[in-house]
């Protein structure tokens, strides 16, 4: 695996998709005035913005320097651990919702011990980077199944 091009196109996409949920949010202005919509709202954002970012840093330690991606992949996963854990706390009723959360906190709590413990790729057969790489494709998984919950349910909120 080339992960120097997965990367780049993994960011790019992932910042595309950041553009295409800000273009629905904005023709809906009515789920930024409620708050439990607008929480779902930045949690749909965060679930593009937070792997897009972790590409960039991919993309600029490489396998050259790789204590670059480590730090912000944890630092960034830690960050996507606690807001989805909020939201996790916050919904009520909707399994489906709290399901895609819970698995979306334990897919950052990977990433954020790979960074941390690089070598526990290994064990599996993979370089850390390549198990990044697949940690952050279930992400983007589970975010566009909340995508499309939420615009199934035409932007109610799950709680």
């Known amino acids: 695996m080339?992960?120097?091009?997965?990367?780049?196109?993994?960011?790019?996409?992932?910042?595309?998709?950041?553009g295409l949920w800000w273009n629905v949010v904005q023709s809906h202005a009515d789920w930024m005035r409620e708050?439990?919509?607008?929480?779902?709202?930045?949690?749909i954002y965060l679930s593009f913005l937070l792997p897009a970012l972790m590409g960039l840093f991919a993309q600029v330690g490489g396998t050259e320097q790789p204590q670059i991606w480590r730090g912000a992949f944890v630092v960034l996963a830690l960050i996507g651990c606690v807001c989805t854990l909020q939201l996790l706390a916050r919904s009520r009723g909707d399994r489906f919702v709290a399901g895609q959360q819970a698995g979306a906190t334990l897919l950052y709590a990977l990433i954020a011990v790979v960074g941390a413990f690089p070598e526990l790729a290994g064990h599996i057969g993979l370089r850390p980077i390549q198990a990044e790489a697949l940690l952050l494709i279930g992400l983007i998984v589970l975010g566009h199944a909340l995508v499309w919950r939420f615009m199934a349910g035409e932007g109610r909120a799950a709680d």
Do not use: I
Request: aromatic letters at 16%; hydrophobic letters at 50%.
């Open 2 to 18: 080339d992960v120097s091009t997965f990367y780049a196109l993994f960011s790019a996409t992932c910042f595309t998709l950041v």
């Open 35 to 43: 708050p439990a919509l607008r929480r779902v709202v930045g949690g």
